[in-house]
């Protein structure tokens, strides 16, 4: 997959083991509005999340779109977008680096929805499903800049809406 970004704090030592992780993202498009989660706080990201061992990226996709949205991704809509390469100290291992690959699909989705199986973190900060222009977002994740995940998908779609990535 196409890399579009790298970002790389540059702040652990290059002798820390490293800590991989894979993730999914789903790009949603419909009427100009993208399908977004959107915490009660006001801020945006990108449905998806961490594909499990052994599990296609596709099927990852699948999975964790409809456990944070209730959308059903219609599988043979699914296009590679790119990919967001992140690299810092990790904060949850210690002494080790974090090395994250956000991957990025356009997909199109069912009419019908289900019910979200969103995770207890999720649910306790108040994610739902969200319809938003991309404007909309740009600025709503302005104040929520220091979220590392907020500040990738803002990166992601400042590259999108400035024509760097189609």
């Known amino acids: 997959m196409k890399r579009l970004l790298t970002l790389d704090e540059k702040n652990y ?17 419909r009427d100009g509005m993208l399908a977004m989660e959107r915490s009660r706080m006001g ?11 052994g599990e296609e990226l596709e ?32 904060i949850y291992t210690k002494d080790s680096i974090y090395l994250c690959h956000s991957l990025y699909y356009t997909c199109e989705v069912e009419e019908r929805t289900v019910e979200p199986d969103r995770t207890e973190s999720e649910i306790r900060q108040g994610y ?10 740009m600025q709503s994740n302005q104040c929520f800049a220091q979220k590392k995940w907020i500040s990738r998908d803002t ?12």
């Open 13 to 29: 030592p290059e002798s820390f083991p490293v800590h991989e992780r894979f993730n999914v993202r789903g790009v949603i498009l």
């Open 43 to 53: 801020e945006y990201k990108f449905p998806g999340g961490g594909v499990d061992p």
């Open 59 to 90: 099927a990852a996709l699948c999975r964790e779109v409809q456990e944070e949205t209730g959308l059903v991704v219609i599988p043979s809509s699914i296009r590679p977008f790119g990919e967001i390469y992140e690299k810092r100290l990790d």
């Open 128 to 137: 739902v499903l969200s319809w938003a222009t991309p404007d909309e977002i």
């Open 155 to 166: 990166a992601f779609l400042k590259l999108w809406l400035e024509g760097a990535i189609d």
